[in-house]
């Protein structure tokens, strides 16, 4: 009967030993000694990018428009001068004859 305990003793201690070296003991662990902490800011985040001039081309899918809409308006009451959609493809026409090399 102790033979038989001691068989069975060295048993769980191997197996305790396998299930301690695993990489889900590592995850386990790192849980325990790393928690996980969210910070609110209290700022917007910047880019540092000094943009004056925006514009934005075809848009496609639901609700679309209004989406540009809305980010145009955020954009210009933030001082950045929006390009009207209308007006894009003359400006990129434009550019596009200017690097073509028929110009100066």
Not at 82 to 98: G, I, K, P
Request: glycine letters at 8%; charged letters at 20%.
């Amino acid at each position: 009967m102790m033979r038989i305990r001691k068989i069975c003793l060295f048993i769980c201690i191997g197996c305790l030993g396998a299930l301690l070296s695993t990489p889900l003991q590592a995850q386990f662990l790192d849980k325990l000694t790393k928690p996980q902490i969210t910070v609110d800011l209290t700022h917007p985040p910047r880019l540092g990018l000094n943009i004056k001039k925006v514009a934005f081309g075809p848009s496609n899918g639901q609700c679309s428009d209004e989406i540009l809409d809305r980010l145009a308006g955020t954009l210009v009451s933030g001082g950045v001068e929006v390009m009207d959609r209308q007006n894009l493809q003359t400006v990129l026409a434009e550019q596009h004859l200017s690097l073509s090399g028929y110009m100066d």
